[in-house]
């Protein structure tokens, strides 16, 4: 289960409630009556209109949708050696990554804000003014078919990953015990049927709590992963996920030689703005010193009167 949702905003919600309309009476007019008043909904968050609303985030999810089924197609064609797990011993300053071996090819997606968007948790938090409550996402794995959608690109990636003969695998951090619910929105939304322990990997799974790492070894037992799908980079290599990284230890990780040319490559991130291990920083981490600006503007001009 994904931690969600730094939506700090809190806000009314008021009933439309309205009296009984009286029979009417000989000669007297019927009572209409007045709705009270109604306090709006707030207002999404600037996070959750750019990534559910906006054409712009659309066209950037179905570009990289694309990206990776291109990639995964020249790929496939290529007869890989090896696939883009890092292996046990490994990490991503000084990776290396698990052999092929004649293997079935695989690609690994993440599922919540990488394969579907969760509309209905996610709308219901927002509507309601609710922090994140695990009993609430929790009821939400059970019971949100049909109330996700798939990522816009998606389905048209899958279908050119599938007939590229690689076998779509999802590994997520919604819990073991909720496989049922997941994998009925997973089939609601058109991503396709997954079988748990076999294309379907949860939370619990594996003993490493929210990693991911085990899950990929116990996948790459029986495939040649050669994508990694996710909105977090901890759905790639659990490394960079380490909380003792500063906000720029974790980038400068990501831009070290041996894996910069990973991504896009094999290994793939789609934004996500909402929640997640990428939502942190002070004003300093954000905005460094060596680039802080004053404006300079001419001093005022003294009134004379």
Known sequence: MKQIMSLAFVALLAACQTAPVKAPVADSPIEVPQAE????????????????????????MRQTWASIAGYVEATAASAPAHGVVLAADSSPGEP????????????????????????????????????????????????????AVPIPGALAGLDRIRAAGVTVIVNTNREAVNAVGTAETLRAAGIG????????????????GS?????????????????????????????FN????????????????????????????????????????SIDDVFPPATHWEPTLPAETPTIN
Request: net charge negative; proline share 7%.
């Open 37 to 60: 008043s109604v306090v709006d909904a707030p207002a999404p968050t600037p996070a959750a209109q750019w990534l559910h609303g906006s054409a712009e985030a659309s066209v950037t």
């Open 96 to 147: 290396s990554f698990l052999a092929c071996e004649g293997k079935p090819l695989a690609a690994v997606f993440d599922a919540d804000e990488t394969l579907i968007w969760n509309l209905g948790a996610t709308g219901y938090f927002m509507r309601t003014g609710t922090s994140f409550d695990p009993a609430i996402w929790d009821n939400w794995e059970k019971t949100g078919a049909g109330k």
């Open 193 to 208: 049927d997954f079988s748990h322990g076999e294309t379907l990997f949860l939370r619990g799974d594996a003993p490493d």
């Open 211 to 239: 990693g991911k790492d085990g899950r990929r070894a116990m996948i790459s037992e029986n495939y040649c992963v050669i994508a990694l799908v996710g909105d977090q980079l901890g759905d790639i290599a659990d490394p």
């Open 242 to 281: 380490d909380k003792a990284l500063s906000v720029a230890e974790r980038r400068e990780l990501t831009e070290a030689p041996a894996v910069a040319s990973l991504w896009g490559n094999g290994w793939f991130v789609l934004p996500n703005p909402l929640y997640g291990p990428s939502i942190r920083g």
